[in-house]
T-cell receptor, first 111, second 115 residues
Framework: GQSLEQPSEVTAVEGAIVQINCTYQ??????LSWYQQHDGGAPTFLSY????GLEETGRFSSFLSRSDSYGYLLLQELQMKDSASYFC????????????FGKGTMLLVSP | EPEVTQTPSHQVTQMGQEVILRCVPI?????FYWYRQILGQKVEFLVS????????KSEIFDDQFSVERPDGSNFTLKIRSTKLEDSAMYFC?????????????FGAGSRLTVL
């Protein structure tokens, strides 16, 4: 099976930088993804890493180290609207892929 | 921007009743999924569907659950005899194939309340 660990909650102030870590254990590995969810609404895709290194998409970046089974999501220039839950998810099957989600990290951004 | 649409947005039902949740995936997507999220918990995989058949299913997806693509656009989740613990938000999602399968587009969800 697979398991993912991420912090349950992170707090930060507007304009700051925050890093949300994710460690995973899987029987195979085909990528780590990040999704954002506001107030129980539809999860929205943010970023995906299949190979080691940093992927940058605007204010958001995601990092992966396959040797450490570890990744993180970096959010820069935090805005109030970034207050949400962030889920890491792994794809661990090379066939018809299934994303398994972590328990989520609630990010609270204060003024 | 293309979106996944789900109906109903909220359904209240009595324990033991059958429920059908409906989804219209993005038209050029080939993978379809159902996930559920119990309030305050993580998003849990139920089932994936490709080429008119189930690709994978989780332990949650027992004999009480079924999925169907009755026509070219709809994708449904049926719960035959609902239990209290089925109360959750049910999300439909769709994706492209290959590496695109890492990018799921979710619908807004159907909240199921079982009394």
């Amino acid at each position: 099976g697979q398991s993912l660990e991420q912090p349950s909650e992170v707090t930060a102030v507007e304009g700051a930088i925050v890093q949300i870590n994710c460690t995973y254990q899987t029987s195979g590995f085909y990528g780590l993804s990040w999704y954002q969810q506001h107030d129980g609404g539809a999860p929205t895709f943010l970023s995906y890493n299949a190979l080691d290194g940093l992927e940058e998409t605007g204010r958001f970046s995601s990092f992966l180290s396959r040797s450490d089974s570890y990744g993180y999501l970096l959010l820069q220039e935090l805005q109030m609207k970034d207050s949400a839950s962030y889920f890491c998810a792994v794809r661990s099957d090379s066939g018809y892929s299934t994303l398994t989600f972590g328990k989520g990290t609630m990010l609270l951004v204060s003024p | 921007e293309p979106e996944v649409t789900q109906t109903p947005s909220h359904q209240v039902t009595q324990m033991g009743q059958e429920v059908i949740l409906r989804c219209v995936p993005i038209s050029n997507h080939l993978y379809f999924y159902w996930y559920r999220q119990i309030l305050g918990q993580k998003v849990e995989f139920l089932v994936s569907f490709y080429n008119n058949e189930i690709s994978e299913k989780s332990e949650i997806f027992d004999d009480q659950f079924s999925v169907e693509r009755p026509d070219g656009s709809n994708f449904t989740l049926k719960i035959r005899s609902t239990k209290l613990e089925d109360s959750a938000m049910y999300f439909c999602a769709s994706s492209e194939i290959g590496t695109g399968a890492n990018v799921l587009t979710f619908g807004a969800g159907s909240r199921l309340t079982v009394l």
